[in-house]
């Protein structure tokens, strides 16, 4: 872990009353106190891409008072697009040191530490412990797991979000009372299962929108002020510029923030078997089995107007964020295979399905985009 503080840090109060602030301090809900209380805080950002580059920017703009950054990346032509941190004239840099550079421009009251190194779970309690809350910027599901079991361990809350081609997710996770990021993804999911943005893309304006949704929360929770999406997960598209939000629930069996007894070894395993991740089913196999009659119900958690682009035969229709308000409408003895467009809202259904008790609920991978990919190119791809 290489640590580097930009200066020494100004006393929260002398900070906070920079006249930069004005306009916070004379919001009635904010304020001096709440300029005091950004101005003492510590937040680490880890990742300096497409989410943590604006969420760095906009935090240092708004006088936290210690801001952490974790990244041992380089910056690449390919990355200017959605990460206004950094200009031409970094390609090549690496991107702590250039980060550091920016933000000192924006505010050079803010003290900029260094982390250089990947975070894993091997040093991610050792980094984050010095903070108030981390923002996950990250861009990979073993990075973002590392996050949230450091955090509930130490009791640190993080506000997640992700991001893919025109979706956006964001939530606070591990905070006190509400669920952590296992209880919705209880783990890792199958390499190559989940496409990344190199592989499926994303339009550059995405990051810049979900990254400040993300630093908002980290504001809120430093600050004391509104409602956080602690409990709540906020969806955003951008195609036709609609926000969903699904409740959720802390599962008192999760293997990260539980707290359930078990009582018994029958409970144990059937607490258990609910708590893993629905299975993935390809769609070869997915058409195979329909080919031969067997009795299973495609359950689409998209929204109407992607159904009316492309759709497969039979299909329910539930968008995600009505699945908890219909979920007295489905048979949990019957087979659901779950589709969205790409995989990520359907395994979220399909994980959420199971740990409501339904036993034969699988994910199809890759959503329709790959069904019509694969199996019938006549179904339209958007």
Same mark, same amino acid.
């Given at each position: 872990? #290489? ?26 809900? &904010?304020?001096?106190?709440? $300029? ?7 937040? =680490? +950002? ?20 210690? +801001? !952490? ?9 390919? #990355? ?19 980060? *550091? ?31 108030? @809350? ?21 009791? @640190? ?7 893919? *081609? &025109?979706?956006? $997710?964001?939530?606070? &996770?591990?905070? $006190? ?41 980290? +504001? ?18 951008? =195609? ?7 409740? @959720? ?46 009795? +299973? ?45 790409? !995989? ?39």
């Amino acid at each position: 872990m #290489n640590l580097s503080p930009s200066k020494s840090p100004l006393p929260s109060k002398q900070h906070a009353a920079n006249p930069r602030y004005a306009r916070q301090h004379v919001l009635r809900e &904010f304020g001096l106190v709440g $300029q005091e209380k950004l101005a003492a805080s510590r937040v =680490l +950002i880890v990742g300096v891409g497409g989410l943590g580059s604006p969420a760095a920017m906009y935090l240092a703009a708004a006088g936290i008072g210690t +801001i !952490g950054l974790v990244d041992s990346d380089v910056v690449e032509e390919s #990355n200017l697009h959605r990460q206004l941190l950094f200009g031409v004239h970094d390609i090549g840099a690496n991107k702590l040191s250039a980060a *550091r550079d920016r933000l000192s421009d924006i505010n050079p009251l803010v003290n900029v530490v260094l982390h250089n190194a990947k975070l894993t779970t091997e040093n991610a309690r050792e980094i984050i412990v010095a903070y108030d @809350i981390v923002l996950d910027g990250t861009d990979n599901f073993p990075t973002r797991y590392a996050i949230n079991d450091a955090c509930i361990s130490l009791g @640190i809350p993080f506000v997640y979000g992700s991001v893919a *081609r &025109f979706e956006g $997710q964001v939530s606070v &996770f591990a905070a $006190q009372n509400g669920p952590c990021y296992r209880c919705l993804f209880p783990s890792l999911p199958d390499e190559g299962t989940v496409p990344s943005c190199a592989e499926d893309g994303v339009l550059g304006v995405l990051p810049g929108i979900v990254g400040l949704h993300q630093s908002t929360e980290v +504001i809120k929770w430093l600050t004391g002020i509104g409602r956080l999406l602690i409990g709540r997960l906020l969806m955003l598209d951008l =195609l036709d510029h609609s926000t969903n939000e699904i409740s @959720i629930q802390r599962d008192p069996n999760c293997q990260a923030c539980g707290t359930g007894s078990r009582s018994n070894a029958s409970t144990t395993q059937r607490q258990s078997t609910m708590n893993e991740p629905a299975p993935e089913l390809d769609v070869t196999s997915l058409k195979a089995r329909l080919n031969n009659g067997e009795n +299973i119900t495609l359950l689409d958690v998209r929204e109407p107007w992607e159904s009316a682009i492309a759709s497969l035969p039979n299909a329910t229709l539930i968008p995600l964020s009505t699945l908890p308000n219909a979920r007295s409408t489905l048979d949990c003895t019957r087979e659901y295979v779950v589709y969205c467009h790409h !995989g990520m809202r359907s395994a979220m259904a399909a994980n959420w399905l199971k740990s409501q008790g339904f036993e034969h609920v699988s994910n199809m991978t890759g959503g329709i985009d790959m069904w019509s990919a694969i199996v019938d190119p006549s179904v339209p791809q958007y």
